[in-house]
């Protein structure tokens, strides 16, 4: 069973920056590619970034030169930097792990991220 567990998310205005970090319980970390989506009210979740187990990287549009996805497989990580923040991206922030194995998907529980003045 995987366990993934957020942290990072809170109250910022626009313009600020939140990094958000997931833990995952997993010993096969390593190998599956992880990705952060977010999800607001009404809306389906949208996948805003992904990066494979060699570190390769691929973003949503809307968030490409503002948001830096990165994991450190030995410590079962994947965190996410969020810079220079829009109300836009108020939402509820899930980590995502996608075993290559099971074919299965993990999630999160979630962390609210809100962006206001």
């Known amino acids: 069973q995987v366990t993934l567990v957020e942290s990072g998310g809170g109250l910022v205005q626009p313009g600020g920056s939140l990094r958000l970090s997931c833990a995952a319980s997993?010993?096969?970390?390593?190998?599956?590619?992880m990705a952060w989506y977010r999800q607001t009210p009404g809306k389906e979740r949208e996948l805003v970034a992904t990066i494979t187990s060699g570190g390769s990287t691929n973003y949503t549009g809307s968030v490409k030169g503002r948001f830096t996805i990165s994991r450190d497989n030995a410590e079962a990580t994947v965190h996410l930097q969020m810079n220079s923040l829009k109300p836009e991206d108020t939402a509820v922030y899930y980590c995502?792990?996608?075993?290559?194995?099971?074919?299965?998907?993990?999630w999160g529980q979630g962390t609210q991220v809100t962006v206001s003045a």
């Open positions: 997993a010993r096969i970390f390593g190998i599956n590619p």
């Open positions: 995502n792990l996608f075993s290559l194995v099971t074919r299965t998907n993990y």
